[in-house]
């Protein structure tokens, strides 16, 4: 039964604005979202990380690791986010979910170059232009912003910190836009970043098959398109499905295999369509497609949706290797020992030269070089691409066995030749550099040049009467630039060579492989996995008792790791996990009892555990007693006025009796509240005797975060704290510019200690 041809088978920027002189109105509105900062260095180039926000939005970060503390630049982009309210983009503390972001870092930029911080506004806002950037479609932003871990009442050593977006100062409670990603500076990493792994050495990297697919008959070679992202697959029939054809070019979905076209016909000697094997793909076309070798000298071009590949029969001996040429519609094509140049559309030869022997060869067009195999000879050969002549040839160790293949690295030029249970390894002068050897046959190798490895897939014989074979191939990946090993080597059992090579495609970034099975009529899609890596430990402390202790770990891993953290009393000897401490952050509140104790991080995924160093923790007794007029822990009376610790004051004495500061009216909240704002509720001075219901909300730049209910008020709140009060821009304007100072001290909160 042959299918319907074309029917897969069924069976087994931002613009810049410019720089404008504004009013001292506008000044004060922007100085509302940020404070002065300064400036920055060069971008790091770290991996990008993504968020996703509570309502779909995604935040996505340049660089969040080992980043610059004196300063640095990263980029910044978002998209999905809602058109009704501005946000502000900026590096700030992390206070958990459903906690407002602050304080942050800020800068008041008049110019309109890069800040410290952005205001983004939808489309048509008043602020549009001036002082804020619109949304892009569908709620998109791409900005730079400049960060360092300390300043503006901000220092991410001692707190955890986070690039951030958050509502504007006009709907600053609304908590629907805060979406959050941890970044950690070069200074925060005490000793070597890494972790004690327990079962596998911290950020062991391994693969893991996540899919067979199954529905591209007898797979021979792979290639994922680097535009449409589709996965092309040349087949051939299997031999235990003899009533069903299933030759041909299939195109996969990458994700689940599913197969969206398979292109079954290619024209023949005579022109005329007919089914044929897709043996090897050459290389992609522009947008989508693929050139292809069909037998036995078939040169095909198709792309999804083709009914029947475009193609030309050439002349002169079997095709035996195939790869792209060195100008648009050319491929380069092997026939036994000679080399030649032809049009894809005409089948002509443009140019040719006859090897002293050898039928295989990698193309390295960077180089304007092409090395080609003679494996019987032991030779491997360098024909220069501009002069189409042989200017070279090196010996081949090995020669005589079992040829396996010949791929050149786009990243350096080196040569990778796969020689029975051994790859040779030239550089692209032809100086043998290493020896690979393996247990299995070197079939396939594959190159990811973004993350610098190499993947090679080994064949088992298949031979179950030769002691060396057990039927299962071998997946391994190299370090391209030094060889060292860059994953655990995994076992791909059932890939054995009895009826056909292995084949290997990887995508971009390598957390991807596919790797066929000709023998099992499948290709297994593998997915990279990494052990717990702390990017960030906790170091020693020294506190006194009633201090609040904040100790901070963080550690990357895929699948993303989970965290537990843990107490020993007795000096490392026993361990127990602390209850409900699954978090990044652990905060308490220091007791005496707990002087010596000593604390770690655990993260656990499926592919391992990693610990932190342990870190002790050092209790004294605190001399001098708590502030008088109201401490952090206790919360000051509203008709004494709140402390610097309590929800802010303009005039306060030291005691707390302050000239101007809070009352009955005001809740304790005065003109220029703690940058930290005060964020528990009874450290914002709502307790008082005479406080009233709105607490500290009445902080101009840095009050409270909102009385007895502990949240912001509707109408306010600044980027630089937490809060803004119902007060006019020209009087706050003057409440900045006649303070001439504004005073930041951290307020404490009062947390359940943990023994």
């Known amino acids: 039964m042959t299918p319907t041809p074309g029917t897969p088978p069924t069976g087994p920027g931002r613009p810049r604005r410019p720089g404008r002189r504004i009013s001292a109105a506008a000044v004060a509105a922007l100085l509302l979202a940020a404070v002065p900062a300064g400036a920055a260095v ?15 939005q995604k935040l996505t970060v340049s660089a969040t690791t080992g980043l610059d503390p004196a300063g640095q630049k990263i980029r910044v982009t978002g998209e999905g986010y809602g058109l009704r309210t501005g946000i502000y983009v900026a590096l700030c503390k992390d206070n958990g979910a459903n906690r407002v972001p602050s304080p942050c870092l800020g800068g008041a930029d008049m110019s309109g170059g890069s800040k410290n911080s952005q205001w983004i506004v939808p489309p048509g806002d008043p602020y549009e232009g001036e002082l804020a950037l619109p949304f ?80 591209a008959g007898k797979p021979l ?32 979905d990458p994700g689940d295999g599913k197969a969206e076209s398979w292109i079954s016909q290619a024209p023949g000697p005579t022109g005329e369509p007919r089914a044929s094997t897709a043996a090897r793909i050459a290389g992609p076309l522009p947008g989508d497609g693929v050139v292809y070798h069909y037998p036995l000298r078939g040169v095909g071009s198709a792309k999804a949706g083709d009914a029947a590949a475009s193609g030309v029969w050439l002349a002169g001996s079997t095709v035996t290797d195939i790869a792209p040429g060195t100008a648009p519609g ?92 051994s790859v040779l390894v030239f550089d692209a002068t032809g100086t043998l550099v290493k020896t690979l050897a393996g ?83 499948k290709i297994t899609r593998l997915i990279r996995q990494v052990s717990p890596l702390v990017t960030q430990a906790p170091a020693d402390r020294s506190v006194e008792a009633g201090e609040e202790v904040a100790l901070t770990a963080r550690a990357e891993g895929t699948p993303e790791p989970s965290v537990r953290w843990q107490v020993s009393t007795d000096g490392s000897q026993t361990w127990r996990e602390l209850d409900g401490a699954a978090e990044p952050v652990l905060t308490f509140t220091a007791k005496s009892a707990q002087d010596g104790y000593r604390y770690r991080a655990e993260f656990r995924n499926e592919v391992g555990t990693t610990r932190t160093a342990p870190v ?68 914002s001075g709502s307790s008082g005797s005479s406080g009233s219901p709105a607490g500290g909300a009445g902080s101009t730049v840095g009050g409270g975060v909102g009385g007895s209910s502990g949240t912001e008020t509707a109408s306010g709140g600044s980027l630089a704290a937490t809060g803004l009060t119902v007060i006019s821009v020209t009087l706050l304007a003057a409440a900045l510019l006649g303070g001439g100072l504004l005073i930041h001290r951290r307020a404490r909160r009062r947390m359940t200690g943990l023994a």
Request: glycine share 18%; aromatic share 6%; net charge negative.
């Open 42 to 56: 060069s971008a790091d180039a770290a991996t990008p990380k993504s968020a996703i926000g509570p309502e779909g």
């Open 136 to 215: 892009g479609p569908g709620g998109t932003f791409d900005v730079e912003i400049e960060i360092r871990s300390k300043g503006d009442g901000l220092d991410c050593a001692d707190v955890p910190c986070s690039v951030v977006t958050r509502a504007d100062h006009r709907a600053s409670g609304d908590r629907t836009q805060d979406v959050r990603i941890p970044v950690v500076f070069a200074d925060q990493e005490p000793g070597e970043p890494g972790g004690e792994g327990v079962d596998v050495p911290a950020g062991t990297v391994s693969y893991k098959p996540a899919a067979d697919f199954t529905s």
């Open 221 to 252: 070679d792979l290639l994922l398109h680097p535009d449409s992202k589709k996965l092309y697959v040349g087949a051939d029939n299997l031999p235990d499905t003899a009533d069903i054809d299933e030759r041909g070019l299939y195109v996969l």
């Open 330 to 421: 050319t491929v380069l094509v092997a026939q036994g020992a000679k080399l030649s140049e032809i049009g894809a559309a005409t089948g002509a030869a443009t140019r040719s030269v006859t090897l002293p022997g050898g039928n295989r060869f990698a193309a390295d067009p960077a180089r304007n070089a092409v090395w080609f195999g003679d494996f019987a000879a032991g030779k491997l050969h360098r024909v220069d691409l501009v002069t189409f002549a042989v200017t070279d040839s090196f010996d081949l160790p090995g020669a005589g066995g079992m040829a396996g293949f010949i791929q050149a690295d786009p990243a350096s030029g080196a040569v990778w030749v796969g020689v029975d249970r």
């Open 439 to 521: 247990k299995d046959l070197g079939r396939d190798a594959a190159f990811d040049v973004e993350s610098g490895r190499a993947f090679v897939v080994w064949q088992d014989g298949g031979d179950l009467s030769d002691p060396a074979n057990d039927n299962n191939g071998t997946l391994t990946v190299y370090d391209s630039a030094d060889f060292t090993p860059a994953a655990k080597d995994l076992s791909l059992p059932g890939n054995q060579s009895q009826l056909g090579a292995a084949s290997i495609a990887v995508a971009p970034g390598g957390a991807t492989v596919y790797v066929t099975s000709p023998a099992e009529g």
């Open 616 to 683: 002790t923790l050092t209790v004294t007794e605190a001399n001098g007693g708590a502030d008088s007029g109201g401490s952090g822990d206790s919360g000051g009376s509203g008709d004494s006025g709140g402390s610097g610790d309590t929800g802010g004051q303009t005039g306060g004495s030291p005691t707390g009796g302050s000239a101007t500061g809070g009352d009955a009216s005001t809740g304790g909240g005065g003109t220029g509240g703690s940058p930290d704002g005060g964020s528990s509720a009874d450290a």
